[in-house]
């Protein structure tokens, strides 16, 4: 069984430019969330989504982000006009059921020059 | 916030045991202790959760206090693999999003 897998692993973007990080779950996982971790930070909750549906989204910031989680396909943590303050490591995880064990992926880093 | 409190740092020789200790003097009755650590460019991975009683499993076990006050991550044999960032989260079956709210963590460093 894969496990939770993110695309792409790396990913540089200049400051304006949009940048688009996937997460597959596993399989048979309906409940994603994503954590972003700033340099020598610990991880933060972003958003909390089952498919087609955002559960929490207490932890996105107001504008730019956005995050969706299809009934085909993976979820998308979507960032437009991004700022060098958006570099960081975003983490995807995925569970089975809201208090079930957490798997994560591998993360995204993301680089705005 | 996290709702718990950890060391920064500790260190271990390779092959004995390590005590992670975790306070969480605020603890509430529907809270669960998990621990999860995340070794260097990777992303975290659950070690163990419990809610009362002491919980073991093939990665650790997990002492939990009486009052729950306070719980403490043992592994048996430290190994240089077990260098890594172990976070005590308390999760709260309260909350619908069950998201974890990551502390900073105690660094553990393991000595060959």
């Known amino acids: 069984n894969a496990g939770v897998m993110q695309n792409p692993r790396h990913l540089v973007r200049r400051r304006g430019q949009e940048a688009r990080l996937r997460c597959s779950p596993m399989?048979?996982?309906?409940?994603v969330y994503w954590y972003r971790q700033l340099p020598e930070e610990g991880l933060k909750f972003m958003v909390y989504?089952?498919?087609?549906?955002?559960?929490?989204e207490s932890g996105m910031p107001k504008e730019r982000f956005s995050a969706e989680f299809p009934k085909e396909g993976p979820s998308i943590l979507r960032i437009q006009q991004v700022v060098r303050g958006d570099s960081a490591a975003y983490f995807c995880?995925?569970?089975?059921?809201?208090?079930?064990?957490?798997?994560f992926g591998p993360g995204t880093r993301l680089t705005v020059l | 916030d996290a709702k718990t409190t950890q060391p920064n740092s500790m260190e271990s020789n390779e092959e004995e045991p390590v005590h992670l200790p975790c306070n969480h003097s605020?603890?509430?009755?529907?809270?669960?202790i998990h621990w999860y650590r995340q070794l260097p460019s990777q992303g975290p991975e659950y070690v163990i959760h419990g809610l009362t009683s002491n919980v073991n499993n093939r990665m650790a076990s997990l002492a939990i206090a009486e009052d729950r006050k306070s719980s403490t991550l043992i592994l048996h044999r430290a190994t240089l693999r077990d260098a890594a960032v172990y976070y005590c989260?308390?999760?709260?079956?309260?909350?619908?999003?069950?998201?974890?709210?990551f502390g900073s963590g105690t660094r553990l460093l393991v000595r060959p």
């Open positions: 989260i308390l999760r709260d079956v309260g909350d619908s999003s069950y998201k974890l709210i």
């Open positions: 399989k048979g996982h309906s409940h």
């Open positions: 989504l089952q498919k087609e549906n955002i559960i929490d």
């Open positions: 995880a995925s569970s089975t059921g809201p208090s079930s064990e957490q798997f």
């Open positions: 605020t603890i509430s009755g529907t809270d669960y």
